[in-house]
């Protein structure tokens, strides 16, 4: 083999070397601009998420605090609809204290004994702390998430 022909090889696995490193690199490109999409995109969904749970929240105690200051006809459907929209942003857990809540509000109403009083104050800081820790867990990506699939 002569010098130029050994020059010849080298030049060509240089340009083998150089052209495999160059698809490497677009397929490194692609997967880290998937990457890239996904974590926006979940990182998207979570805010969103987020934020449609505190308007559920924030509606079902305004629907209970309309509820309490006017008569139990009136807003019953109104305060079960916004249970029901809580609900569906919630675990178990907090679904069943939100419901608690609900009921032992419509109950308080209806009859309003120092009973049912104790009964409907406990169950509102159940479900107060329920949706408390709900709302930061959203914001510990390491704790394990409760919610309903």
Known sequence: MTFVE???????????????????????QVIIAKATNLSAYKLESEKMFFHAQVEAYESFFEAAQSFMSRSPDADAGRLTACCARAILFSSRDTCAKLSGF???LMEFQSNPTPESQKAFNASAYEAFEAMRQELLQMHHPLVERKHRT
């Open 6 to 28: 050994r020059l010849t090889l080298i030049s060509s696995l240089a340009a083998l070397v150089s052209a495999l490193a160059a698809l490497f690199t677009a397929i490194a």
């Open 102 to 104: 609900s009921s032992q």
